[in-house]
Nanobody, 124 residues
Framework: QLQLVESGGGLVQPGGSLRLSCAAS????????IGWFRQAPGKEREGVSC????????YYSDSVKGRFTISRDNAKNTVYLHMNSLKPEDTAVYYC?????????????????WGQGTQVTVSS
């Protein structure tokens, strides 16, 4: 089986923090670039962050840069997205996805397997 399972979403107040997890099974995730995307109601899916294989470099969209951090735990076959200083506009369903290349891409067409998503709601 090949699966990506997101967890860690929930309701948080503005300024709060959450850690999302993307647990992989059926493949070794450190052989692939892994991206995080989000989709808010009425909006198109947006690339948020990605961690590459070739140089282990992390990339972030302008809207989350300085607030979010992506990381790997190879022993647990898991990628994390640490989200700090959350804003109401961060409210969305967050998805992790496996890239078709070692390097990162912000285009969803460059990812071949997707998790089911986890809901993040930022509200007071």
């Amino acid at each position: 089986q090949l699966q990506l399972v997101e967890s860690g979403g929930g309701l948080v107040q503005p300024g709060g923090s959450l850690r999302l997890s993307c647990a992989a099974s059926g493949f070794t995730l450190d052989y692939y670039a892994i991206g995080w995307f989000r989709q808010a109601p009425g909006k198109e899916r947006e690339g948020v962050s990605c961690i590459s294989v070739s140089d282990y470099t992390a990339y972030y969209s302008d809207s989350v840069k300085g607030r979010f951090t992506i990381s790997r735990d190879n022993a647990k076959n898991t990628v994390y997205l640490h989200m700090n200083s959350l804003k109401p506009e961060d409210t969305a369903v967050y998805y992790c996805a496996r890239g078709t290349y070692y390097s990162c891409s912000a285009r969803d067409r460059d990812y071949d397997y997707w998790g089911q998503g986890t809901q993040v709601t930022v509200s007071s």
